[in-house]
C-alpha cells in the first residue's frame, strides 16, 4: 500500500467509516456511551443516522512488516475530533481518544504523544492485492485493517452487558477475540501529505 504519509476516508463493503456523536438532549442515558466510537454509517439503526460525524483520518506511516504497512492513524477533520488518535479499550472497542477540550489538554498538560513513545496503538492495513503504486489506483485495493495484536476489524454488535456500549442497539468497529462481522475497507478521497 501506500508507503507515505497521507489522508483519506475509510469506506466498506457496507458504508463509510464514521464516528457516533449522541447528544445528552436526545439519549440522556446513553449519550456518554456512544460518542466517539467508530461505526459503519449504514449498520447505524433508523433513528441514530443523523447522530454520526462524517470524518477523513491521517495515516502516519511507520513502516513495512511481514508484508503489512503499519500506520498511525487520527482524525482529520471535524473540530470536535480533529488530531484525536485512533484507539481501542482493552476490550477491543474502536474509538477516537483525545478529543474535545478534556482531551485535548490532558494531551497538553500531560505533553505525551503515545505514538511518539512507542506506547500507542498502530494499525496493519493488509491488502489483498499488490499495489502497482498509481495513487489513482489505490482506491481500488481492498484490505483488511488489523490492530497491533493481529486482530481483524469487525463491526460488532454489543450484545454482553459488561461492554462499553452495552446501553445501545447499534454495531460498533471492534478488533478483538469478539465475534463479529469481519470488514472489507477501502481508502477514497486520498491525499498525500
Same mark, same amino acid.
Given at each position: 500500500?501506500?508507503?507515505? #504519509?497521507? @489522508? *483519506?476516508e475509510l469506506h466498506t463493503h457496507a458504508g463509510r467509516v464514521v464516528v457516533a456523536e449522541s447528544s445528552i438532549g436526545q439519549h440522556p442515558f446513553t449519550w456518554l456511551d456512544e460518542d466517539g466510537w467508530l461505526c459503519v454509517d449504514n449498520h447505524r439503526n433508523k433513528h441514530a443516522r443523523?447522530?454520526?460525524?462524517?470524518?477523513?483520518f491521517?495515516? @502516519?506511516?511507520?513502516?513495512? +512488516?511481514?508484508?503489512r504497512d503499519l500506520y498511525y492513524i487520527s482524525c482529520n477533520n471535524h473540530w470536535k475530533f480533529a488530531?484525536?488518535?485512533?484507539?481501542?479499550?482493552?476490550?477491543?472497542?474502536?474509538g477516537l481518544y483525545g478529543t474535545g477540550v478534556i482531551g485535548r489538554v490532558t494531551d497538553a498538560v500531560a505533553n505525551f504523544k503515545p505514538q511518539l513513545a512507542g506506547l500507542g496503538d498502530y494499525w496493519k492495513i493488509d491488502s489483498f492485492d499488490d499495489w502497482d503504486g498509481d495513487l489513482r489506483s489505490a482506491e481500488e485495493? $481492498?484490505?483488511?485493517?488489523? #490492530?497491533? !495484536?493481529? !486482530?481483524?476489524?469487525?463491526? @460488532?454488535? $454489543? +450484545?454482553?452487558?459488561?461492554t462499553d456500549l452495552?446501553? @445501545?442497539?447499534?454495531?460498533?468497529?471492534? *478488533?478483538?477475540a469478539t465475534p463479529g462481522q469481519i470488514l472489507t475497507f477501502y481508502l477514497k478521497n486520498i491525499r498525500l501529505a
Open positions: 500500500m501506500i508507503k507515505a #504519509d497521507f @489522508t *483519506a443523523d447522530e454520526i460525524v462524517r470524518i477523513a491521517d495515516f @502516519t506511516y511507520i513502516k513495512s +512488516e511481514k508484508g488530531g484525536a488518535r485512533l484507539e481501542q479499550n482493552p476490550r477491543g472497542w474502536l485495493i $481492498p484490505f483488511y485493517l488489523r #490492530d497491533k !495484536h493481529g !486482530h481483524r476489524v469487525a463491526s @460488532t454488535r $454489543p +450484545e454482553d452487558a459488561s452495552s446501553l @445501545t442497539f447499534d454495531s460498533f468497529l471492534n *478488533a478483538s
